[in-house]
T-cell receptor, first 114, second 112 residues
Framework: GENVEQHPSTLSVQEGDSAVIKCTYSDSASNYFPWYKQELGKRPQLIIDIRSNVGEKKDQRIAVTLNKTAKHFSLHITETQPEDSAVYFCAASISGAGSYQLTFGKGTKLSVIP | ETGVTQTPRHLVMGMTNKKSLKCEQHLGHNAMYWYKQSAKKPLELMFVYSLEERVENNSVPSRFSPECPNSSHLFLHLHTLQPEDSALYLC???????????FGPGTRLTVL
């Protein structure tokens, strides 16, 4: 089955700096890679996702890159703000009808220091 | 409340108790999930229901018993749990064929 490794487990940055979280996956058939943000005491929420037919996707201060050959993908947050402090989870799955298994990484606790 | 709701939000139970967790989704989705979230571990998928039929069961102990009476409701029946079962139990839903899963707020379960 799929295995997703996520690094680092904790990350502290100064407000305004950039943050990068990296994930690797094992199943070359995986083609859908979402990132979820979970604030303290709240539910995980999808913030961005990428599919294997693209190498990069951006949404304002958030971007995700995918290297299919190396089987790794990364989340980039620029100009970090205190409200970016949360736990971020990467995941991988095989997209399509009949497929439901999202395999998650262990999470990265991001702290943005004002 | 819109989206995915879960009740109760907090539950403390003894090892001999029987309790149930409830999940309801108001998004018109046809797939529902139970996840377990423990400290310093990845989210673990426990059960998946699609169109009210169980499609995945990831080697979960029989002391956890799911029920999906319709596409909007999902239950997790608990009996004779162990202290290591203490965790946050998250429900999620999605539309079959689409990838994004929407999570509920979770039930924080403590087994004494």
């Amino acid at each position: 089955g799929e295995n997703v490794e996520q690094h680092p487990s904790t990350l502290s940055v100064q407000e305004g700096d950039s943050a990068v979280i990296k994930c690797t996956y094992s199943d070359s058939a995986s083609n859908y890679f979402p990132w979820y943000k979970q604030e303290l005491g709240k539910r995980p929420q999808l913030i961005i996702d990428i599919r294997s037919n693209v190498g990069e996707k951006k949404d304002q201060r958030i971007a995700v890159t995918l290297n299919k050959t190396a089987k790794h993908f990364s989340l980039h947050i620029t100009e970090t703000q205190p409200e970016d402090s949360a736990v971020y989870f990467c995941a991988a799955s095989i997209s399509g009808a009949g497929s439901y298994q999202l395999t998650f990484g262990k999470g990265t606790k991001l702290s943005v220091i004002p | 409340e819109t989206g995915v709701t879960q009740t109760p939000r907090h539950l403390v139970m003894g090892m001999t108790n029987k309790k149930s967790l409830k999940c309801e989704q108001h998004l018109g989705h046809n797939a529902m999930y139970w996840y377990k979230q423990s400290a310093k571990k990845p989210l673990e998928l426990m059960f998946v229901y699609s169109l009210e039929e169980r499609v995945e069961n990831n080697s979960v102990p029989s002391r956890f018993s799911p029920e999906c009476p319709n596409s909007s409701h999902l239950f997790l029946h608990l009996h004779t749990l162990q202290p290591e079962d203490s965790a946050l139990y998250l429900c999620a839903s999605s539309q079959s064929g689409l990838d994004e899963q929407f999570f509920g707020p979770g039930t924080r379960l403590t087994v004494l």
